[in-house]
């Protein structure tokens, strides 16, 4: 009904169906037959043709005005789709835990934003097993997490790698015992820890009170079995759901909690604690980029991953 609603709008424009074959490059009774099958459809004449110049019927009008906002929905859509690709707008639905979303995805944000201004974010924060299940039902496009569980229909993307560190009040004696291998947080921000001469082993730490991370969590996981890899029943205090809250239970002085270093970089302020690296292989992971297989993803989102991903 509305497929040739460019020729209707022409003849208005032009007056005639003479004036308005010559505008769209059409004979005339190649105009006036596609007229005729619109009418057909409509069920009604759209034009007065005993006038001059023709004027709309009431049939006609109503065309006129639907056809019309079609036409403007139609050019809006064109831009939009332009203004897409082109970055110049678009939203990015993301996700991380606390850590993630209080220091790193704003960051990231940031920096994107400095160059596809026109690009919006809403960001969830959660855990990673609800934002998984975010990215599944299709209520976020993307997650940042350090995960090592595969999940079915769903992509990483390598975004930066980390390493777990054990990070220790400085109250506790063990500290003078380990002075030598000890590092503060401005040593591990100019990533002193990256030496392998430093680590030392958990078997250091057998006697001393653990906050740690439950299970679900990959770096509660990686501590389970790097005390079963030594075969230490460690003395937990607290089992906390976030590295964050772990983090602040140590500066407090209460125990020892594996933190990564990102986290140690990402945190200004200098903390009560020193911090030792482990050599075990379970220290190190991947943090990645989660999108669903199978699910279109935007030209935002792909530049918003390419963007970060360059930038390490």
């Known amino acids: 009904m509305f497929k040739n609603k460019n020729y209707v ?3 208005l424009k032009e007056g005639s169906f003479s004036r308005a074959a010559e505008a769209l490059y059409v004979s005339q009774p190649s105009l006036s037959a596609t007229i005729k099958r619109i009418e057909e459809k409509v069920s009604a004449p759209i034009f007065d043709r005993s006038t001059s110049p023709v004027t709309l019927t009431q049939i006609g009008t109503e065309y006129i005005r639907c056809a019309t906002e079609i036409e403007a929905t139609e050019k809006n859509f064109e831009k939009f789709l332009e203004d897409n690709l082109n970055l110049t707008n678009g939203k990015i639905r993301i996700g991380g835990s606390s850590f993630f979303s209080a ?11 400095k160059v596809y201004p026109g690009i919006t ?7 990673t097993k609800s934002l998984i299940d975010k990215i599944e039902n299709g209520k976020i496009d993307l997650v940042l997490d350090n995960s090592s569980e595969k999940y079915e229909n769903i992509s990483t993307v390598k975004y930066m790698e980390e390493i777990l560190l054990l990070a220790v009040p400085k109250s506790f004696e063990i500290n003078e015992n380990l002075k030598n291998f000890r590092l503060t947080a401005d040593e591990i921000r100019c990533n002193k820890h990256l030496d392998g001469a430093l680590c030392v082993s958990l078997t250091n730490f057998l006697k001393e009170p653990f906050i740690l991370l439950n299970s679900k969590n990959d770096t509660g996981k990686r501590a389970e079995i790097l005390f079963g890899k030594y075969r230490i029943t460690p003395k937990t205090i607290f089992n906390v759901e976030q590295q964050l809250t772990a983090y602040n239970i140590s500066s407090n002085q209460l125990g020892i909690s594996f933190i990564s270093d990102n986290l140690v970089k990402s945190i200004k302020t200098e903390k009560n604690l020193y911090y ?9 992971r991947w943090v990645n980029f989660y999108v669903k297989n199978n ?3 935007s030209n935002a989102c792909k530049k918003f991953i390419e963007f970060n991903t360059q930038q390490h």
């Open 9 to 11: 709008l022409t003849i």
């Open 103 to 113: 220091y790193v995805i704003p960051r990231m944000i940031s920096d994107f934003n």
């Open 121 to 127: 974010f809403e960001l969830f924060e959660d855990n």
């Open 276 to 284: 030792y690296r482990l050599s075990d292989k379970e220290t190190f």
């Open 295 to 297: 699910k279109y993803i």
